[in-house]
């Protein structure tokens, strides 16, 4: 098939070589013209701007946006749109917040064009790995795209369908899910990322409890030095708790066992938030997600106010005087 792809960062040029890598033909554009240039070196169509993104383009086009939420998303569409025409699709493979999936797809379809939002995993490992596509909006349109995200997607591979899906039609060991109407895709792929972020801290707890084991506070005979990097590796094989996350943390232990070149400052790219806010808005108990989601607020400051406050008080009631702990 042909499609157009916005946004040529990390994962959409990625995801631009995979496509051309199996027979299909792309259209890129980036604000960056050295981008859309060394694109168009690896086989890509280059556009100079979105009229000549829109051109290049047969008609009932298909156009993948892979550009930051928000603002960046917004001023995208609407500098697409006047280019467009019925029966075109817009694809928002970013991780929008899915009521601005509704908003948007009702506002397109005024004028006939079809909107899909994607929620897309795989990261900067996808282009060989493949990505895991959840998918909303019109579903006649996900059929006709179906080569697209097949392509994207990982495939059966060799991991066997679970027991008693025998009689299933679906996607999903494929790789890739239609979830339901506009919105449906990214909230999917909001509550994915919610659980990511918990799943994220119990490995990091889990690891920083396994550190603390040679603490000098511990009394002698229960105190043991352990290796991070051999305790992640033994970890992957068989252990209940292997999974992708936890082949990352080996590799990055392996490569930095004292993670010297980590600031601990750890950043939130919003879906925890509209998970936690999901959860509130259903009245779900999402303890850990939310912890989790504030773990993540606390990583950015060395003492909050709060902190201070607590300390006055034990100053105030108790005379207790703290000081700075040293740096080791």
Same mark, same amino acid.
């Given at each position: 098939?042909?499609?157009?792809?916005?946004?040529?960062?990390?994962?959409?040029?990625?995801?631009?070589? #995979?496509?051309?890598?199996?027979?299909?033909?792309?259209?890129?554009?980036?604000?960056?013209?050295?981008?859309?240039?060394?694109?168009?070196?690896?086989?890509?169509?280059?556009?100079? =701007?979105?009229?000549?993104?829109?051109?290049?383009?047969?008609?009932?086009?298909?156009?993948?946006?892979?550009?930051?939420?928000?603002?960046?998303?917004?001023?995208?569409?609407?500098?697409?749109?006047?280019?467009?025409?019925?029966?075109?699709?817009?694809?928002?493979?970013?991780?929008?917040?899915?009521?601005?999936?509704?908003?948007?797809?009702?506002?397109?379809?005024?004028?006939?064009?079809?909107?899909?939002?994607?929620?897309?995993?795989?990261?900067?490992?996808?282009?060989? #790995?493949?990505?895991?596509?959840?998918?909303?909006?019109?579903?006649?349109?996900?059929?006709?795209?179906?080569?697209?995200?097949?392509?994207?997607?990982?495939?059966?591979?060799?991991?066997?369908?679970?027991?008693?899906?025998?009689?299933?039609?679906?996607?999903?060991?494929?790789?890739?899910?239609?979830?339901?109407?506009?919105?449906?895709?990214?909230?999917?792929?909001?509550?994915? =990322?919610?659980?990511?972020?918990?799943?994220?801290?119990?490995?990091?707890?889990?690891?920083?409890?396994?550190?603390?084991?040679?603490?000098?506070?511990?009394?002698?005979?229960?105190?043991?030095?352990?290796?991070?990097?051999?305790?992640?590796?033994?970890?992957?094989?068989?252990?209940?708790?292997?999974?992708?996350?936890?082949?990352?943390?080996?590799?990055?232990?392996?490569?930095?066992?004292?993670?010297?070149?980590?600031?601990?400052?750890?950043?939130?790219?919003?879906?925890?938030?509209?998970?936690?806010?999901?959860?509130?808005?259903?009245?779900?108990?999402?303890?850990?997600?939310?912890?989790?989601?504030?773990?993540?607020?606390?990583?950015?400051?060395? =003492?909050?106010?709060?902190?201070?406050?607590?300390?006055?008080?034990?100053?105030?009631?108790?005379?207790?005087?703290?000081?700075?702990?040293?740096?080791?």
């Amino acid at each position: 098939m042909q499609i157009g792809i916005v946004g040529l960062g990390r994962m959409g040029g990625n995801m631009a070589r #995979r496509l051309m890598r199996n027979g299909h033909e792309v259209v890129a554009y980036d604000l960056s013209p050295e981008s859309v240039e060394g694109l168009a070196k690896e086989g890509a169509k280059g556009a100079a =701007n979105f009229g000549d993104l829109v051109k290049k383009l047969a008609a009932t086009r298909a156009i993948w946006l892979m550009v930051p939420a928000g603002a960046a998303t917004e001023g995208t569409i609407e500098k697409l749109r006047p280019f467009l025409e019925a029966g075109d699709t817009l694809i928002d493979g970013g991780n929008s917040f899915y009521k601005d999936d509704v908003r948007r797809s009702n506002n397109l379809k005024q004028s006939g064009i079809h909107y899909l939002d994607v929620g897309t995993s795989g990261g900067v490992w996808g282009i060989d #790995r493949g990505y895991c596509l959840m998918i909303g909006g019109d579903e006649e349109t996900v059929k006709r795209l179906e080569p697209i995200f097949e392509t994207l997607a990982p495939g059966v591979g060799s991991i066997e369908p679970s027991p008693g899906r025998e009689n299933f039609s679906r996607t999903a060991e494929k790789g890739f899910l239609y979830c339901g109407p506009a919105g449906a895709g990214h909230f999917v792929k909001m509550v994915h =990322n919610g659980i990511e972020y918990g799943l994220m801290q119990a490995y990091a707890e889990g690891f920083d409890i396994l550190r603390g084991a040679n603490s000098e506070t511990l009394a002698e005979g229960y105190r043991y030095k352990f290796n991070a990097a051999d305790i992640a590796e033994v970890w992957r094989r068989g252990s209940v708790v292997g999974s992708w996350l936890l082949d990352l943390t080996a590799m990055a232990l392996a490569e930095d066992p004292e993670l010297e070149h980590f600031s601990g400052f750890v950043q939130d790219s919003g879906e925890g938030r509209w998970t936690v806010q999901a959860a509130i808005e259903e009245a779900v108990s999402a303890e850990v997600l939310t912890a989790a989601l504030f773990t993540r607020f606390r990583s950015r400051k060395q =003492n909050t106010f709060a902190e201070k406050i607590l300390s006055a008080m034990r100053n105030k009631f108790g005379g207790h005087v703290e000081a700075y702990p040293s740096s080791k």
